[in-house]
């Protein structure tokens, strides 16, 4: 049984006291006389290496970017049939995105990492014709970072509209948006022409003012738009007045407590 722990105020703790402290670098170390060789020897047998270590228990293979599809139809000869992570870094500041293919032998346990990289105006070819997880992955790493997929049956944004502009998680992407992200509701719902109805919103996530009965609301000190804010907690009844079609309008007061089974 796990030690008990009080969770009381826990989001409020610090939890790292250095806030320029940086995490150790893991430990990397030889291939040879391990469990991994044979593996490596068919990599390095079938593309040209640049570099191999074990690193957190993962064998870990550099390849060149062309040789992707080798590396892991090889990698699936090799009975790892487990697809479980696609992780694509930003360094477009130094000109390359960093691509790492992370792959799972569940019979002998072994783990896989395959290393690449991409140049930011360069194509890397989709992976889905081995690994049908890579579908989606390789979405989100489109949609995301803008990396350039080709070959993949359906490369389309996942998670942003269709019409968005950029991609949200690169470095360059400003934190709080562009124009384009601050205005896309308005202009897609109402028009460019209501930005100067609607105003600009806040988008500092850092400010919050729990005075303001506008954007931001107190449970139990809820007041109507632009009235003075309360102090006095009371408890607020929900339901409009006219209630809901078929649905009785309930008054907390009205509410019973049942102690037990009849």
Not at 18 to 45: C, G, M, W
Request: glycine letters at 4%; hydrophobic letters at 35%; one cysteine or more.
């Amino acid at each position: 049984m796990r030690e008990y722990k009080d969770k009381i105020n826990a989001q409020k703790q610090d939890y790292y006291k250095d806030r320029f402290y940086h995490a150790p670098e893991t430990k990397k170390s030889e291939v040879s006389s391990t469990n991994f060789q044979k593996i490596l020897n068919e990599f390095k047998a079938l593309m040209q290496i640049n570099e191999a270590f074990i690193e957190n228990d993962f064998l870990v293979i550099k390849i060149n970017k062309d040789d992707n599809l080798k590396a892991l139809n090889l990698a699936k000869d090799l009975n790892f049939l487990s697809f479980t992570e696609l992780v694509v870094s930003d360094y477009i500041k130094d000109g390359y995105y960093l691509i790492q293919y992370l792959l799972l032998n569940l019979e002998e346990k072994l783990r896989l990492q395959i290393q690449t990289t991409c140049n930011i105006n360069e194509c890397l070819n989709s992976g889905v014709s081995v690994y049908k997880g890579l579908n989606w992955s390789e979405r989100e790493a489109y949609d995301m970072l803008g990396i350039k997929i080709i070959n993949h049956p359906n490369l389309k944004r996942l998670l942003m509209p269709d019409d968005w502009f950029e991609h949200p998680l690169k470095k360059s992407y400003p934190l709080q948006g562009d124009e384009h992200a601050q205005w896309y509701e308005i202009d897609r719902i109402f028009g460019k022409e209501y930005r100067s109805v609607v105003k600009e919103e806040n988008r500092d996530p850092a400010f919050v003012d729990d005075k303001d009965t506008t954007k931001f609301g107190r449970i139990y000190h809820e007041v109507a738009n632009g009235a003075q804010p309360i102090e006095i907690a009371y408890k607020q009844e929900y339901q409009e007045e006219e209630g809901v079609m078929f649905v009785k309008k309930i008054k907390r007061n009205d509410s019973k407590f049942i102690e037990g089974r009849r």
